[in-house]
C-alpha cells in the first residue's frame, strides 16, 4: 500500500466546471501541497458507476453540491442512494472507513445548514468519518464563476490539509476504520 493518500472529489452538479468544481479544486489543491494523490470527477460528465469505483479506491472524498432549495443536488442524491453499506446482502461498501469533507456552493449564506443533512448520512448511514465544519461557499468568496477569492482560497487549502490529516488517522486506526453505519 503506497503511503500517499488518495482523495477524490466528486462534483455533484448538473453542469461542468463552475463554482462548486472551483469548491471542490481548491480543496484538492490544498490536499495535494499536504502529499495526497488528487482526483477530480464531475458527474455531468461521468457515470454514477465511474464515480462510485473512484471512492471505493480512494482514502478520502470530498463531495461537491449547489445547493438547491436548501438541499445539496439530485445528482449528489443519486450517487449516495446507489452506494452501497455492506449491510443486508451489500458486497461493498465503499465509504466505511474513509475520511470526508463537504463543499456546498450558494447563492448566498442562507443554506449553509444544508451541509448538516449530508454529514449526517455520511457519518451515521455510511460510517464515514467526516471533516468539521464543511466548507459553504456563497458567491461573494468567489472572484468569478471559476475562481476562488483570496480567502476562500485559503479556507480551501486548510480543508484540504485537514482531509489529509483526518485521512491518515482513519487509515492508522483500526477502530475508526472498521466502524459500522448505525443501522
Same mark, same amino acid.
Given at each position: 500500500?503506497?503511503?500517499?493518500?488518495?482523495?477524490?472529489?466528486?462534483?455533484?452538479?448538473?453542469?461542468?466546471? #463552475?463554482?462548486?468544481?472551483? @469548491?471542490?479544486?481548491? /480543496?484538492?489543491? #490544498?490536499? &495535494?501541497?499536504?502529499?495526497?494523490?488528487?482526483?477530480?470527477?464531475?458527474? *455531468?460528465?461521468?457515470?454514477?458507476?465511474?464515480? /462510485?469505483?473512484?471512492?471505493?479506491?480512494?482514502?478520502?472524498?470530498?463531495?461537491?453540491?449547489?445547493?438547491?432549495?436548501?438541499?445539496?443536488?439530485?445528482?449528489?442524491?443519486?450517487?449516495?442512494?446507489? &452506494?452501497?453499506?455492506?449491510?443486508? #446482502?451489500? +458486497? +461493498? @461498501?465503499?465509504? !466505511?472507513?474513509?475520511?470526508?469533507? /463537504?463543499?456546498?456552493?450558494?447563492?448566498?449564506?442562507?443554506?449553509?445548514?444544508?451541509?448538516?443533512?449530508?454529514?449526517?448520512?455520511?457519518?451515521?448511514?455510511?460510517? &464515514? =468519518?467526516?471533516?468539521?465544519? @464543511?466548507?459553504?461557499?456563497?458567491?461573494?468568496?468567489?472572484?468569478?464563476?471559476? +475562481?476562488?477569492?483570496?480567502? %476562500?482560497?485559503?479556507?480551501?487549502? =486548510?480543508?484540504? %490539509?485537514?482531509?489529509?490529516?483526518? *485521512?491518515?488517522?482513519? !487509515? *492508522?486506526?483500526? *477502530?475508526?476504520?472498521?466502524?459500522?453505519?448505525?443501522?
Amino acid at each position: 500500500m503506497s503511503d500517499a493518500v488518495k482523495v477524490v472529489g466528486i462534483v455533484a452538479s448538473p453542469s461542468e466546471g #463552475g463554482r462548486t468544481t472551483a @469548491a471542490v479544486a481548491g /480543496i484538492l489543491a #490544498g490536499a &495535494t501541497k499536504a502529499g495526497a494523490e488528487t482526483r477530480i470527477i464531475e458527474l *455531468a460528465s461521468a457515470e454514477r458507476s465511474v464515480a /462510485i469505483e473512484a471512492i471505493d479506491s480512494a482514502d478520502a472524498v470530498v463531495f461537491g453540491s449547489p445547493v438547491y432549495r436548501a438541499t445539496y443536488s439530485a445528482q449528489l442524491k443519486d450517487v449516495l442512494e446507489n &452506494t452501497q453499506r455492506g449491510l443486508h #446482502g451489500e +458486497t +461493498t @461498501a465503499p465509504l !466505511r472507513g474513509k475520511a470526508a469533507a /463537504i463543499a456546498f456552493t450558494g447563492a448566498s449564506a442562507h443554506h449553509f445548514l444544508s451541509t448538516d443533512s449530508a454529514r449526517a448520512i455520511l457519518a451515521s448511514f455510511f460510517a &464515514t =468519518q467526516v471533516l468539521s465544519p @464543511a466548507l459553504y461557499l456563497e458567491h461573494k468568496d468567489f472572484q468569478d464563476r471559476e +475562481t476562488l477569492g483570496e480567502i %476562500a482560497t485559503g479556507w480551501a487549502d =486548510q480543508h484540504g %490539509a485537514a482531509l489529509v490529516d483526518l *485521512a491518515r488517522a482513519v !487509515r *492508522a486506526s483500526a *477502530a475508526l476504520s472498521t466502524l459500522d453505519p448505525l443501522v
